[in-house]
């Protein structure tokens, strides 16, 4: 069997390492090492020339957008909130455009940030500030820590089949999907929040709000690398 080559959107930042402090393409080994033990190999996607988006996609087999800075909010008709800030354009129109150039059964998996690129590709909107909606910043402590809540799956979607009804997750995020109109709910925490999403008429195509990547449980990485698989 052919292990299937998933790509993941990366970031494009400052960084430092060795003698070197220079603009660098990067993504936290979780996500390639998920896709790893899942069966899959990992491609990583660097912010690029949109218009080279569906020459990348053609040679996938699954995509990933990953996690990483807020939306622009002009990318879906609003004024920035005073704590959206560091968007990074490039990134924006690159994934926009990976998302575009995917074919309709390319199996798509969207982390965090992912979930609000893929809601705002299907021309949908976000809460800029989630703190200001539901009174804490349980989602998001601040600085490296991760939040941890319990969320409840939705019975009968992908989202269930893959990692069961309910489970406590980690995230690490300040805004939120609000519209989502090419998909259906598929997650939601305590607070009303809307934590995973998926299209009911794609064989995958899901995002969730959180970081699977950061646990040891793979079931959405297997999942996809299933979806992606051409043995069948």
Do not use: N
Not at 51 to 65: C, P
Not at 163 to 192: E, L, N, T
Not at 205 to 211: F, I, N, S, Y
């Amino acid at each position: 069997m052919t292990r299937p080559l998933i790509g993941i959107s990366t970031y494009r930042e400052q960084a430092r390492w060795g003698v070197w402090d220079q603009p660098a393409d990067l993504l936290p080994t979780g996500y390639a090492r998920s896709i790893e033990r899942a069966g899959g190999v990992p491609v990583l996607l660097p912010p690029g020339d949109p218009e080279a988006a569906r020459t990348v996609v053609a040679r996938l087999d699954g995509l990933v957008i990953a996690g990483g800075a807020d939306v622009e909010p002009a990318r879906y008709g609003a004024e920035p909130h005073a704590r959206t800030t560091g968007w990074r354009e490039d990134r924006d129109a690159w994934e926009l455009a990976l998302l575009d150039a995917a074919a309709p059964d390319l199996p798509v998996l969207g982390i965090c940030r992912g979930m609000q690129v893929m809601a705002v590709a299907g021309g949908g909107s976000l809460d800029q500030h989630l703190p200001d909606r539901v009174g804490s910043d349980a989602h998001s402590p601040g600085g490296a820590a991760f939040g941890r809540i319990d969320v409840d799956v939705v019975a009968g979607t992908m989202l269930a089949a893959a990692i069961g009804d309910k489970g406590s997750v980690r995230c690490h995020h300040h805004q939120a999907v609000r519209d989502h109109p090419d998909f259906v709910p598929a997650a939601w925490a305590a607070d009303g929040t809307l934590e995973a999403m998926e299209d009911p008429g794609h064989r995958f195509r899901l995002a969730v709000q959180w970081h699977p990547e950061t646990a040891d449980d793979a079931g959405l990485f297997r999942a996809l690398v299933a979806a992606a698989s051409h043995d069948d």
